[in-house]
């Protein structure tokens, strides 16, 4: 399905999935494990809600439409999306990643699906040419853009151009950016991938995670992955998303221009030693944003002199919260060596350049002088 609206109209979901059968604007939370059968042979159109549910298949009509896909899948969790995913490949299968992922990607490919004889090679995908690792047995790339937490940027239409004329996918997680600033399947990605968890629900007050794609065959095998082995999202789960989908856009345009607000003001900073925001001028992947999504996002990470620093900024917070996750409409500050990626070992760490002096900024929608005024009040803290 296409829909001919604008992005700000999809996200109000007006009849683009189901109609509800009362017709209520706010569609209704289908919290039933199962669904009767009138005669035998004749269904609803839903049977159990592991394999479907209308709460849940209402979301993933709206979300398809977010990436112009032909669709979407919903997972109990942006990782076991992720896992989905990568169940559609066998045994003996290779796969290239990114070298900088969120920390829980490398912990499920190393932990669980190295161990059923899937092979990992990872490479640094903003630099080096992916085609010189590719084997007989490659299925797919895959990647994060920007990456987190470094805020590399990945040419995805250079990605699709190297897989072009093969048979392996380009997979992206586009959590970063959301549907609503990078649609990489229009840059030749087969199946993109989204944390629910963060920007679409965009409230930290639930975890899902979402599958767009536009191959029917590749859409059914993983329907049939989610049915088998259990990993749909809930129908309340799928209703806060809904609801959070309604003020994607709104939340995204704030969080953004707050977030390049911030940007320039740490770049500045006499306490800021690097600023890594992609919308700055200056950073390597400027021009490949310019050129692949319609904006930078909301995610910062910069770094200060030393670990003490860091530690003495983590621990005078007042008004950011100092949490994991993303994506909300609250700042979140967060310091990936002992959180989103404390788990890497240090070889990984320093391959990418994850240090303990970095701290990373989910920049929300609050009023941005009291961002700037937190920030410039916890550096003077930290530097007395
Ligand atoms: C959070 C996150 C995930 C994992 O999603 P969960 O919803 O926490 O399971 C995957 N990729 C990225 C980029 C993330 O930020």
Known sequence: MKWDVSFETKCQAVDMGLLDQYHAISFPIYQTATFSRHKLGETSGFDYSRQTNPTRSQLEAV??????????????????????????????????????????????????????????????????????????????????????PMMRVIDISKLSDAVKGTDIKLIIDNTFLSPYLQNPLELGADIVLHSGTK????????????????????????????TTTGVAMAPFDSWLLLRGIRTLALRMERAESNAQRIAEYLKGSPYVKRTLYPGLKDHEGYDIMIKQARGFGAMISFEVADRDFAEKVLNNLELFYFAESLGGTETLMTYPITQTHAELTPEMRERVGISDRLLRLSVGIEGVDDLIGELERVFKKAAS
């Open 199 to 226: 920007f679409l629900c965009g409230h930290h007050d639930t975890i899902g995670g979402l599958v767009m794609l536009n191959d029917d065959k590749i859409c059914e095998r993983l329907r049939r992955i989610v």
């Open 63 to 148: 979300a398809a439409g977010l990436e112009n896909a032909e669709h979407a899948v919903a997972f109990s969790s942006g990782m076991s999306a992720i896992g989905g995913v990568i169940n559609l490949f066998d045994a003996g299968s290779h796969i290239i990643t990114d070298i900088d992922l969120y920390g829980g990607s490398p912990r499920l490919f190393n932990e669980v699906f190295s161990r059923y004889g899937i092979e990992f090679t990872t490479v640094d995908m903003a630099h080096e040419d992916v085609t010189k690792y590719f084997k007989e047995n490659t299925v797919a790339l895959y990647a994060e853009t920007p990456t987190n």
